[in-house]
Structures are given as C-alpha cells and as structure tokens.
C-alpha cells in the first residue's frame, strides 16, 4: 500500500482511504469492467457531482477498462482499490483539465439527453481553451479556471472480461455494426410479446449504436448514406412503438426527419397520419393519408379505417365540449342574480 501511495504522489495524486476493501486487489486486465459511485468536489469541500443523487436517482458509473476513457486518472485510481473501498483521491490540475466536458456529458445522461449534446461542433480541447459555455455556471467556471478535484470513489463491483455483455457505449466500432442485426431481431420480438416500452429501448439503442457510427461519416457520401439506410427501419420500428405508447408528438418529429431526406417512405406518411390524428392535426392528417395513398392505393381500405376512426372521435369531441358549454351556460342562468324593483 506504502508503494502505492508513492506511486499516486509522484503522479500528482493523494489517496486517502475512509474504508478499506475486502479480499485481494484485482489485476485489473484490459476489459474488465468495474463499477462503482463517485462524489467530484472543489478542494475547499463543494460537491459538484454525485452519482447517488444525480438526476435524482443513485445510479453507479461503469467503466471498460482499456476503453480509453476520457478521463485516465479514474482508470488510475480505480486500479488501487479493493471491491468496497472507499477512497478520497486529491488530483492535480493536469489530471481534471476535461472534468468539466466528462461531467457535461454525465449530467446530460442522467436528464437523459444525448451525452454529446453541446459538444458536436467543438472537440475537447478546443473547448477547455475557449469560451464556449457548458450550459452549467460551475462546470464553466472549471473550465475557465481549471483547478484540483477531490474524487470520492466506493468500488461496488469488479468483472472480468468476458463474464458480462458489453454495452453499446463500451463497444468498439466493428463491434456495435455487428451487434446491430441483434439488437433489432431483441427488439422484434419484445414488440411480438407486447413489452412495447422495453422493445423501443431496444431499437433506440440500435439506432444510437448506427447514429455514433454515422458521425464520423461525411454526409451524403456512401458509408453516411448506408448507414442512414439502416437507420430508417428502426427508426420506424421505433415510432410504432412510440404511437403505442401515446408519444404523438415525437413520432411527429421522427417521421419528418425521415420525410425530408426520404420522401417516397410510405412508412413515414401512415405512421405520421396517425399521430398528427392523435393530436387533432385533422388537415394534416388527411393530407399523409392521401399520400399514402398516393404511393399505394392497395392500402385504401386501412387508410379509411383510419380516417373513420378519427371522424369518429372528432364527433366524440364535439359533442363532449357541446355537453361542457351546455352545462356551463346553464350553471350562469341559473346563479345569476334576479333584478328587483323598489
């Protein structure tokens, strides 16, 4: 441990152990996974990060070892300690500089947005060394003044590789191609038992596997495009799943993304004629239909299922809201004061 903790000093960092481990320290190969909760703080005791607290649930963070990790120094730290120890680690400035992008991206997943989110224009070091703003007051105070970080680690958990399935974000770039075609056949076949919710995590998941894999694609040239092409029939797959689950206004937003670059996509025009039918977009619902079918007149008879059922409701609604002003005019009349003579 003396030997260690040498080791860490000459790195610039200061172990302090609040609770040892248990068992034996692990080798620690390339690939093993670890996971484990992290308090980040200012050296003078402010708490910038939490992962027990943030985004309002106590979710670990994982890592693959090996995987290059925007951040090494946890990589560095992790591989001192024992499965439930808890460790403080006072890191010098030359191993936080990026702290602020790491913490921007874990803080977008936990309000689940895209862990990139701001920062698709600018790589990293260009944006430690500018003004562009992190969208948080204390992340962009780091930035601009980078300084030591307390990181408080408790290790949970120590797998090594090969005894666990990778995660999409732990994959290589062969590896999420290849990992695709499974995702989706997971994905159908949680839509055929009816576990719609869990079925469009899968698709998502696939579509974020392509969609990472696409951002290194120029657009418009073949490998973008091919990528792309397998894109839309998850996406689409996706957006059923959303029209199950009520969530009309991003299956809006998906299919006309897709109708944009797509404008053929048959697909796209039915699934968006239900959801703008959904949300009362009467005009623009018949409209998709009867581009539906436009495209193909053989699906006459279920685009006038659909729009029966929207007249339907449409009827539904109005007389509901005649009902309401009905029993609304006739409250008035019959609480308004009556006119007296002196």
């Known amino acids: 441990?003396?030997?260690?903790?040498?080791?860490?000093?000459?790195?610039?960092?200061?172990?302090?152990?609040?609770?040892?481990?248990?068992?034996?320290?692990?080798?620690?190969?390339?690939?093993?996974?670890?996971?484990?909760?992290?308090?980040?703080?200012?050296?003078?005791?402010?708490?910038?990060?939490?992962?027990?607290?943030?985004?309002?649930?106590?979710?670990?963070?994982?890592?693959?070892?090996?995987?290059?990790?925007?951040?090494?120094?946890?990589?560095?730290?992790?591989?001192?300690?024992?499965?439930?120890?808890?460790?403080?680690?006072?890191?010098?400035?030359?191993?936080?500089?990026?702290?602020?992008?790491?913490?921007?991206?874990?803080?977008?997943?936990?309000?689940?947005?895209?862990?990139?989110?701001?920062?698709?224009?600018?790589?990293?070091?260009?944006?430690?060394?500018?003004?562009?703003?992190?969208?948080?007051?204390?992340?962009?105070?780091?930035?601009?003044?980078?300084?030591?970080?307390?990181?408080?680690?408790?290790?949970?958990?120590?797998?090594?590789?090969?005894?666990?399935?990778?995660?999409?974000?732990?994959?290589t770039d062969e590896e999420k191609l290849q990992a695709v075609p499974q995702i989706h056949e997971e994905g159908n076949i949680l839509f055929k038992k009816g576990e719609i919710a869990a079925a469009a995590e899968k698709y998502y998941n696939a579509i974020a596997c392509l969609k990472n894999l696409q951002m290194k694609e120029q657009p418009g040239d073949v490998p973008w495009i091919k990528l792309d092409q397998m894109i839309t029939p998850l996406l689409l797959n996706y957006c059923q799943c959303k029209l199950m689950l009520g969530h009309y206004y991003e299956v809006l937003e998906h299919c006309s993304s897709l109708l944009n670059k797509y404008e053929d996509n048959l697909k796209a025009y039915f699934k968006r004629g239900k959801a703008h039918a959904a949300v009362w977009n009467e005009a623009e619902a018949r409209a998709d239909f009867a581009k539906v079918l436009e495209l193909d007149p053989s699906l006459g008879p279920a685009v006038a299922k659909e729009i029966r059922a929207m007249e339907e409701r449409i009827r539904q609604k109005e007389k509901e809201e005649k009902g309401r002003y009905k029993n609304l005019f006739s409250y008035n009349s019959s609480t308004s004061p009556t006119a007296t003579t002196s």
Request: hydrophobic share 35%.
């Open 1 to 171: 441990m003396e030997e260690v903790a040498i080791q860490l000093a000459a790195e610039g960092i200061q172990k302090k152990v609040i609770s040892p481990g248990k068992g034996e320290l692990s080798t620690f190969p390339d690939g093993t996974k670890v996971m484990f909760h992290y308090r980040t703080s200012l050296c003078d005791g402010t708490v910038l990060d939490d992962s027990r607290t943030m985004g309002g649930k106590s979710k670990p963070m994982e890592l693959i070892l090996g995987k290059k990790f925007k951040l090494p120094v946890w990589e560095q730290v992790i591989i001192t300690m024992k499965e439930g120890e808890v460790s403080d680690f006072t890191c010098d400035v030359k191993h936080t500089s990026l702290y602020p992008l790491v913490s921007q991206s874990l803080r977008n997943i936990s309000a689940g947005k895209d862990p990139l989110e701001g920062q698709r224009h600018c790589c990293g070091i260009a944006q430690v060394h500018s003004h562009h703003s992190l969208g948080h007051h204390d992340l962009d105070h780091l930035q601009a003044k980078p300084q030591p970080l307390v990181f408080t680690i408790e290790l949970l958990q120590v797998l090594p590789p090969g005894s666990f399935a990778l995660e999409t974000w732990a994959m």
